[in-house]
Nanobody
Framework: VQLVESGGGSVQTGGSLRLSCAVS????????LGWIRQAPGKAREGVAF???????RYGDAVKGRFTISRDNAQNALYLQMNSLQLGYTNMYYC????????????????WGQGTQVTVS
């Protein structure tokens, strides 16, 4: 299983980015997926989650700013990030949660190499 993120970069405060993740799961539709972030020396933090039925959940810090979506036919996961602020600078990872639903952010079994988002 591979998760390969792309789309990170540098953006000014208030700007937007769209992260993408190529997901090598078969079939992708059977898995709930998420985005996490982790700064050096800090704990991993759940950012957004999307279940197999398309329902979504978000971390408190990003509600109203980020939108997670998936395209099972393309084996892809996305994160639209709007109104970015300085505090959103971080490495973002595509991940497979250990649990789906309300417990999605309690642990992650697999994640990719990450893509850096820098807000200045």
């Amino acid at each position: 299983v591979q998760l390969v993120e792309s789309g990170g970069g540098s953006v000014q405060t208030g700007g937007s980015l769209r992260l993408s993740c190529a997901v090598s799961l078969n079939p992708t539709s059977d898995y709930c997926l998420g985005w996490i972030r982790q700064a050096p020396g800090k704990a991993r933090e759940g950012v957004a989650f999307i279940d197999t039925d398309g329902s979504t959940r978000y971390g408190d810090a990003v509600k109203g700013r980020f939108t997670i979506s998936r395209d099972n036919a393309q084996n892809a996961l996305y994160l639209q990030m709007n109104s970015l602020q300085l505090g959103y600078t971080n490495m973002y990872y595509c991940a497979i949660p250990e649990r789906c639903g309300e417990a999605w952010s309690r642990g992650f079994g697999l994640w990719g190499q990450g893509t850096q988002v820098t807000v200045s």
